[in-house]
């Protein structure tokens, strides 16, 4: 299991913020976090692409977001997600860019899906995906 402290600091919480527990990660996501987390995570994974941001939120969705500066909890619960893979992916990679290649390149596991795709999509997809970098962290076949 992925230490909640690593989710945390990907999506960038202010260290005053940071969570004790996994649960107090939870209890923050769902209080809403940061709008400023949807540019820190796009600018992470996709700093390239300046629409990735809308991936993650939808851009009507963004506008409103930002009056309120804060996300719902199901949008926390995406970004967290991504931070979730994105954390691994850079422990096995070691290398931002080597980790934004096989998030962004279809792999033969997933059905030729590119895995941030699949992980921008749902849970399940997040839990395969994480599946997948733990074999290669682990140096199983992936």
Do not use: C
């Amino acid at each position: 299991m992925l230490a909640f402290s690593s989710v945390a600091e990907v999506l960038g919480l202010p260290s005053k913020a940071v969570p004790q527990s996994p649960i107090g990660l939870i209890t923050q996501i769902e209080q809403g976090l940061p709008i400023g987390t949807v540019e820190r995570m796009s600018n992470l994974v996709a700093p390239s692409d300046t629409q990735f941001k809308y991936r993650l939120v939808p851009r009507a969705t963004y506008e409103r977001r930002k009056s309120a500066k804060i996300l719902s909890p199901e949008e926390g619960t995406r970004l967290a997600r991504i931070a979730r893979v994105w954390s691994l992916a850079l422990e096995v990679w070691r290398d931002p860019n080597e980790a934004r290649d096989f998030l962004f390149h279809a792999h033969p596991m997933i059905e030729d899906r590119r895995p941030i795709d699949v992980v921008i999509q749902s849970e399940f997809g997040a839990e395969m995906v994480l599946d997948i970098l733990s074999a290669l962290k682990y140096g199983s076949a992936a």
